[in-house]
C-alpha cells in the first residue's frame, strides 16, 4: 500500500519537561479532536501513533477509566493529537479525519483495539477497509480519502510542531496542563499527577 511521505523528525535544540498551556493548546489547521468540558481545571493532551503497540495498551487498559473518572465528570480536558511514525500511521489517522465528525473517536477505538488484526502481514489495505467500511465509507470514498494531500499536510503540520515546539519524540507522549510525560501512563500515574491540579 502507498503511502504519504513522512517528513524527518528532527530532535529538538533544547527538551523541555513542560511548555506553555496557551502555546499547546493553538490547535492545527485540521483542528483538534478534544473531549471534555472546556472549562475543565486540567487539560490532557495526547500525541498518538496509531500503530504504536504502546499507544494500543494505553487505550486499552487505561483509557476507558480514565475517561469515566476525570473526562465525562467535567475535571479534565482530553485532546487527542496524531503522531503517525508510519505509513499504516498515517492511513488510520486519515480514515478518523475522514470519517463523520461525531464518530471521530469510535474510529479511534477501533482501530486501537484490533491493532494486532489489521498491523499484522497480510493484506492491510483490506484490513483498514473492513475497519472502515461500518462508519460509512466505501471502498471510493476510502481511496480518496487515503490520497487526500491536504490531509497529509494537515497530519504532517501537527507531528512536525509537536516535534519541533514541544519536544515530542515517542509515542504516546503526555502533556498534563503543559508537563510532559513520555510513556503509556497508568491509571494510577494519572492520578498522582492530576489530583493536585484538583
Known amino acids: 500500500m502507498a503511502g504519504p511521505a513522512?517528513?524527518?523528525?528532527?530532535?529538538?535544540?533544547?527538551?523541555?519537561?513542560?511548555?506553555?498551556?496557551?502555546?499547546?493548546?493553538?490547535?492545527s489547521g485540521l483542528g483538534d479532536k478534544a473531549l471534555g468540558a472546556e472549562d475543565a481545571p486540567v487539560t490532557v493532551v495526547e500525541y498518538a501513533s496509531m500503530s504504536c503497540p504502546h499507544c494500543a495498551s494505553f487505550h486499552k487498559n487505561t483509557w476507558k477509566p480514565f475517561k469515566e473518572k476525570y473526562v465525562d465528570t467535567g475535571k479534565v480536558r482530553f485532546i487527542f493529537r496524531e503522531f503517525p511514525l508510519n505509513t499504516p500511521a498515517y492511513a488510520v489517522a486519515m480514515v478518523a479525519r475522514c470519517a463523520p465528525a461525531?464518530?471521530?473517536?469510535?474510529?479511534?477505538?477501533?482501530?486501537?483495539?484490533?491493532?494486532?488484526?489489521?498491523?499484522?502481514?497480510?493484506?492491510?489495505?483490506?484490513?483498514?477497509?473492513?475497519?472502515?467500511?461500518?462508519?460509512?465509507?466505501?471502498?471510493?470514498t476510502f481511496d480518496a480519502c487515503l490520497s487526500n494531500q491536504s490531509l497529509v499536510d494537515g497530519l504532517n503540520e501537527i507531528r512536525t510542531k509537536a516535534a519541533e515546539q514541544f519536544g515530542v519524540s515517542s509515542t504516546p507522549t503526555f502533556f498534563i496542563n503543559g508537563v510532559r510525560e513520555s510513556g503509556a501512563l497508568t491509571l494510577g500515574q494519572l492520578e498522582e499527577r492530576i489530583d493536585p491540579l484538583l
Open 102 to 140: 461525531d464518530k471521530y473517536h469510535e474510529v479511534i477505538d477501533v482501530y486501537f483495539n484490533e491493532q494486532d488484526d489489521w498491523l499484522k502481514p497480510g493484506d492491510m489495505y483490506q484490513a483498514l477497509l473492513d475497519r472502515a467500511m461500518p462508519f460509512g465509507f466505501t471502498k471510493e
Open 6 to 27: 513522512m517528513l524527518p523528525l528532527s530532535a529538538p535544540a533544547l527538551a523541555q519537561e513542560s511548555v506553555p498551556l496557551d502555546e499547546l493548546l493553538v490547535s
